[in-house]
């Protein structure tokens, strides 16, 4: 299950934990210590909902680029 980003969830963040923002505005979780990175808080083990979900001009008209909560990429086509 996925929630929301808020305040909570930054200052739950293990000390050696940081967080970014895509330029499609999805959040990760950085581990400085370990230099790795994840789409899951590390600890709740969810997602952050940040709709993101974009229209790319590179796709044919209707249709729409998203992702996963692991992070896999996907297209919905519009109605």
Known sequence: MAADLNLEWI???P???TYGITR???VFFINEEAKSTTWLHPVTGEAVVT???RQSTDLPT???EAYTFEGARYYIKSR
């Open 11 to 13: 200052c739950s963040l």
């Open 62 to 64: 209707g249709w729409e």
């Open 15 to 17: 000390r050696s934990w």
């Open 51 to 53: 709709g993101h979900r």
């Open 24 to 26: 499609g505005g999805r």
